[in-house]
């Protein structure tokens, strides 16, 4: 199998990345983000300032990539988080020009985005760790060493071939979603200046991502 160039593994690594302050996307952002912001927005149902945090990004995106008076944003806007990539196989009946072949679209765009919600979990599953990898407690050295091996080796070392078809995807569901190949894209500083992408180095921005973690300490 090919191996992934240097362009395509930074290009994984941000869409499986946090979008966070601490980890902002180094590449210009295309659809393929849209689509990983909303997984992350979709992530936030118990975190009301982190959704909202995410909501902005979406937002912002939306009008960079010239977007946002289509549908797909409209949607974003009335969904809660927890609900955008179940709700996204319905988007093709909201477009009346196309209802002919609503059901087939609807059919393909709920395969492509299970696949890719499935590679979005793998991807982030480490940041779900509470204190240590799992495993770390198993008394038998050689047996917790295998775990280690899988989770670290054996699974990085095949995850990056799969995660590749985040690249392929994106395509398809851009023109599913928003009726064409996307190709253009927007630097993160665009973002910022001219459509209101929330600023990584701004200390409001920061406290906005962790408001729900500062607000649980509080309690």
């Given amino acids: 199998m090919q191996t992934a160039s240097r362009f395509e593994q930074s290009r994984i690594a ?12 180094r590449l210009p952002l295309d659809f393929g983000d849209y689509l990983s912001l909303m997984w992350r927005y979709d992530r936030c149902a118990d975190r009301p300032k982190r959704a909202a945090y995410y909501r902005q990004c979406l937002t912002s995106l939306a009008s960079g990539l010239r977007i946002h008076q289509l549908p797909i944003q409209k949607l974003i806007e009335t969904t809660p988080p927890g ?9 093709p009946y909201r477009d009346a020009r196309r209802l002919v072949d609503a059901q087939d679209r609807k059919a393909a765009i709920m395969q492509l985005c299970h696949l890719r919600d499935s590679i979005c979990e793998i991807g982030a599953y480490q940041q779900n760790w509470g204190v240590s990898y799992p495993g770390a407690g198993i008394q038998e050295t050689e047996l ?16 990056q071939n799969f995660a590749r078809m985040l690249l392929v995807t994106d395509i398809v569901l851009a023109n599913l979603l928003v009726g064409y190949d996307v190709v253009n894209d927007a630097p993160l500083d665009e ?22 973690e500062i607000q649980a300490i509080r309690r």
């Fill in 14 to 25: 941000q869409l499986l990345g946090m979008y966070a302050p601490h980890d902002p996307p």
């Fill in 144 to 159: 917790r060493e295998r775990v280690f091996a899988v989770l670290f080796t054996a699974l990085q070392g095949q995850f």
């Fill in 83 to 91: 609900e955008l990539y179940r709700q996204l196989p319905n988007l």
């Fill in 191 to 212: 973002l910022i200046l001219l459509h209101g992408y929330p600023d990584p180095e701004a200390e409001a921005t920061r406290r906005a991502y962790e408001g729900d």
